[in-house]
């Protein structure tokens, strides 16, 4: 599976977009990306994922540059607790084990 | 629909004891998934099994760890002659089919704290 490169940390003010950056420079044809979070040492959420589209859902949305090289994870309205350490994967569509990372610390803040 | 369960949440265990955690998937979910965090590290794949089948143990330490999921019942991870450097938060995952294009859902891990 290829891996992937995030910022380490990111602040964003309650309210505002937050933006999450992941570069997958080496992903193939038939990896998706995976986004989840987790929560101060809660067990891992699920977000959303995608393959090459543009993906909606009631959390987030996940945006996928046309040469699938990177992607941009974004939480329209941040609030004060979407403040967690978001992880994103990829991962082949056969089995594949989940490879989580460092990840990026995301704070909001009031 | 209640989500993935695991017990007990916290297990404190003496050096040499025996911990036993407990998963208990989704309700239709027959793909369990163990992982091991250490404090302050990321999350690391440990196992992957089916009804009564393992299918990937490659993130499994070679000695005293093993899983199961039996037929009826939850999935459990043994660890046998519990040392220090097992203390961890462990986390059970499970998919509604196999894990091609298909997320897992966490459950809330058990802290294991070897004395």
């Known amino acids: 599976d290829a891996k992937t490169t995030q910022p380490p940390s990111m602040d964003c003010a309650e309210g505002r977009a937050a933006n999450l950056p992941c570069n997958h420079s080496t992903i193939s044809g038939n990896e998706y990306v995976y986004w989840y979070r987790q929560i101060h040492s809660q067990g891992p959420q699920y977000i959303i994922h995608g393959l090459k589209n543009n993906e909606t859902n009631e959390m987030a949305s996940l945006i996928i540059t046309e040469d699938r090289k990177s992607s941009t994870l974004i939480l329209p309205h941040a609030t004060l607790r979407d403040t967690a350490v978001y992880y994103c994967i990829v991962r082949g569509d056969s089995w594949g084990k989940f490879q989580f990372g460092a990840g990026t610390q995301v704070v909001v803040t009031p | 629909n209640a989500g993935v369960m695991q017990n007990p949440r916290h297990l404190v265990r003496r050096r040499g004891q025996e911990a036993r955690l407990r998963c208990s998937p989704m309700k239709g979910h027959s793909h369990v998934y163990w992982y091991r965090q250490l404090p302050e590290e990321g999350l690391k794949f440990m196992v992957y099994?089916?009804?009564?089948?393992?299918?990937?143990e490659s993130g499994m330490p070679k000695e005293r760890f093993s899983a199961e999921f039996p037929k009826e019942g939850p999935s459990i991870l043994r660890i046998q002659q519990v040392v220090r450097g097992d203390s961890a938060a462990y986390f059970c995952?499970?998919?509604?089919?196999?894990?091609?294009?298909?997320?897992?859902?966490f459950g809330p891990g058990t802290r294991l704290t070897v004395l």
């Open positions: 099994l089916q009804k009564e089948n393992i299918i990937d």
């Open positions: 995952a499970s998919s509604l089919q196999g894990p091609a294009n298909n997320e897992q859902f």
